[in-house]
């Protein structure tokens, strides 16, 4: 079984709910993480609550590809991990800089038979559906691109569990940076409360 995550529409940009765009919604002393690379403000990819908690995505767009934004380490990505009841009232965009997305997609849940995510888009597809509207997948076993990358935690040092992965976007108003065609990971350590991302194209 792969849980896809599908198009559900337009939702409003602060709207606790799993989305790509809008605003980040976070805790009370947030500050907008900047690039360790470049120093800029980073762009909100995604609110997305998982079973561990709700991520909050960043990642660098000051310098496309040249701040290492793939990588989870480098500090030109940034995960955040918050308490699934945590008040996360919503944030004002940072003033300068490329730091959201023109469009907010509303991500749905959508179960497949299928064994992989690629079989599991197939089967979306021939059923009628738009191909550009399956957009991730929700748990289970990650679909890799390339090698295994799946990073560790830096608080406990164990390998962080595969919450959800994310096309880059079903048209270019909406669409994340992943290379071209590539596809973001979210990892988190619910132990730790800590969250990871990278992306692989």
């Known amino acids: 079984m792969v849980t896809l995550l599908t198009y559900a529409g337009d939702v409003p940009a602060n709207a606790p709910v799993l989305r790509t765009g809008g605003v980040p919604l976070a805790p009370a002393g947030f500050e907008w993480p900047h690039c360790a690379k470049c120093g800029g403000p980073m762009m ?96 289970g076993e990650p679909c890799r691109l390339q090698a295994d990358e799946d990073p560790a935690c830096p608080g406990c040092g164990r390998t962080m569990d595969f919450a959800l992965m994310l096309e880059a976007g079903r048209d270019y108003r909406s669409g994340m940076n992943f290379g071209g065609d590539g596809w973001g990971y979210v990892f988190t350590c619910a132990g730790c409360e800590r969250a990871a991302f990278l992306w692989q194209c």
């Open 44 to 139: 909100f990819l995604a609110h997305l609550p998982v079973d561990a908690g709700v991520v909050s995505v960043f990642m660098c767009q000051n310098q496309p590809g040249l701040c290492e934004e793939w990588d989870p380490a480098a500090g030109s990505n940034r995960a955040h991990l918050y308490p699934a009841d945590a008040a996360l009232p919503p944030v004002s965009a940072h003033p300068d800089g490329p730091t959201l997305l023109p469009v907010v997609n509303g991500l749905r849940p959508t179960e497949s038979a299928a064994d992989e995510y690629p079989d599991a888009v197939t089967a979306w597809s021939e059923a009628g559906n738009e191909r550009r509207d399956a957009l991730g997948q929700l748990g």
